[in-house]
């Protein structure tokens, strides 16, 4: 009797997830700590509630006994009465409800909530247990599972005359040691310099990759090493040990380390001892991580067969390098303000005409305010120049009210103080000068005669009139008198000032 070849069924199974994933927990002594502080938590609690009671009973009978005190006191009688009233009093006091029990104080609150806190902790505790059995039950069981789908690629790889011959002793004992991982690294460093400066540093990186039994890879790592100065032993060493940790993370107890740099591999062996301090103090951590393993083996490879690792490192550079021109761009078109410090994008920065000196446009805007507000021709904010603003440099970051006080400003210093008349019309207030001013003659109106001409003008702006003898004093015809007194007026070239109410004369009459 033959026993026919069984069909070859592969099994597909879900692997637990790491140990170091699992909540840490504490261990029995602890449990017995927490249960002996559940314990300890509940009798304080019962003991200050006893406390409280027994307090509330001793005041309640201080209580009756000041009442009965009270009751003697405002009753005075003969010592035959006396017995009575205290009869009287006791019954009444036996008669009364007992006291309401008392409420629980601060104190039982907060130990109860203490204790609760302590079984929920507990409770805790147990439910961890139960996980870690349930996961090393999942792990056994996928243990098994993948031994059996490797048993099952074997017997489906045996030719049929040695299954015809032997097939029923064939047999794989089920081996209860853990899978050997390996671990691929690789440190590497880019040749050139990304930053502006030489003595900026060079992109680094650091490639890990960890596969099973079988060659799959289950981790892969890829991480930039910030601002790296050193050689290629110490990228080689830091890019191990992230390997290293990421496999005990893991909870992986057997590895097999693959090497292509045998200067890292002797100092593994302890053929080499590294001279630099900080070297030997990494090849040092590096050997303190490998001794965690239930199992830890090094071996020294070809460098073909690390194609994977130096494929991710590769990629990792080209990656940090596009980041670091990208972030060099983005820093080239930013400048900094010298007045608030904020890096600002160069289309938001004002230079001054004159010095070159660069302010962003908000504090450009207070500081041409703030001058403005004061009366003065606002200069550039840098401490110690006097070069001023221009108009058409201001346009780009000052609004038209602004702009329209800056254009006075600029008048006022172009025009000498000898020369500056104000309109003195409270809503006009225009600034001209004697040049600017209108005569009445430049007219066509028949309002005025020649002899207005010496102190009468017109404002630019309102087209009001005024005597330039007295800055303010306005002119008009029609204020006060008859029309026979102006007439007589105009007829001895006099005029009449509406403000100050004097009579202005021409100097040749």
């Known amino acids: 009797f033959q026993t026919p070849r069984p069909p070859f069924r592969p099994l597909v199974c879900v692997a637990p997830p790491p140990t170091g994933c699992l909540p840490i927990m504490a261990g029995r002594d602890d449990l017995a700590a927490l249960r002996e502080q559940t314990a300890l938590a509940s009798s304080a609690a019962v003991s200050v509630s006893d406390l409280d ?25 003969s010592s035959k009465g006396k017995a009575p009233v205290a009869a009287s009093s006791s019954s009444s006091s036996l008669s009364q409800p007992a006291p309401a029990p008392p409420e629980p104080s601060d104190a039982s609150y907060a130990l109860a909530i203490h204790a609760a806190d302590l079984a929920r902790a507990e409770e805790d505790h147990r439910y961890a247990e139960a996980c870690r059995a349930y996961y090393a039950r999942a792990a056994a069981s996928a243990c098994v599972a993948a031994h059996d789908a490797i048993f099952a690629r074997e017997l489906a790889a045996v030719p049929e005359d040695q299954w015809a011959h032997d097939g029923d002793n064939i047999e794989r004992p ?17 040749k050139e310099v990304v930053g502006s400066r030489d ?33 290629r032993m110490m990228l080689e060493a830091m890019a191990l040990t992230e390997g290293l940790q990421a496999a005990l ?54 460098r073909g067969k690390l194609d ?160 330039i003898s007295w800055t303010g004093c306005l002119v008009t015809t029609t204020r006060v008198g008859t029309p026979k007194l102006v007439q007589m007026m105009r007829s001895y070239r006099t005029l009449h000032g509406s403000s100050c109410g004097a009579n202005v004369s021409n100097a040749s009459t």
């Open 53 to 77: 009671l027994a307090y509330q009973l001793q005041l309640a009978e201080a209580i009756q006994a000041s009442l009965r005190l009270d009751a003697l006191a405002s009753n005075p009688s």
């Open 249 to 302: 993370g893991l909870g992986i107890q057997s590895i097999r380390i693959l090497n292509d740099y045998k200067a890292l591999h002797n100092h593994m062996r302890g053929i080499w001892r590294p001279k630099q301090a900080k070297l030997a103090e990494m090849i040092d951590q590096v050997l303190s991580v490998a001794k965690k393993f239930k199992q830890c083996e090094i071996s020294l490879v070809e």
């Open 308 to 467: 994977y690792v130096m494929k991710l490192a590769r990629d990792s550079i080209l990656s940090q390098i596009a980041k670091a021109v990208a972030v060099n761009a983005s820093k080239e078109k930013r400048e900094t303000c010298a007045i608030c410090l904020e890096d600002t994008d160069v289309s938001k920065i004002h230079v001054v005409e004159g010095c070159a000196h660069h302010f962003c446009f908000c504090c450009m805007k207070e500081h041409v305010k703030v001058k403005l507000l004061h009366g003065t021709l606002p200069a550039c904010p840098q401490d110690g120049c006097t070069t001023k603003l221009t108009m058409e440099g201001s346009k780009i970051f000052l609004s038209p009210r602004l702009l329209d006080i800056m254009v006075q400003r600029i008048r006022e210093g172009q025009i000498p103080a000898t020369q500056k008349i104000y309109c003195p019309y409270p809503k006009c207030s225009a600034l001209m000068s004697l040049s600017e001013m209108k005569h009445p003659l430049q007219e066509s109106s028949s309002k005025y005669t020649i002899a207005d001409a010496a102190t009468l003008r017109k404002c630019v702006k309102c087209r009001g009139s005024f005597c």
């Open 174 to 190: 089920l081996d209860s040691t853990k899978p050997l991982f390996r671990v691929m690294f690789k440190g590497m460093a880019s």
């Open 199 to 231: 003595w900026d540093p060079r992109v680094a990186v650091l490639a890990v990759a960890l596969c099973d039994s079988q060659g799959k890879v289950v981790l892969r790592i890829q991480k930039p090493v910030e601002g790296f100065v050193g050689g």
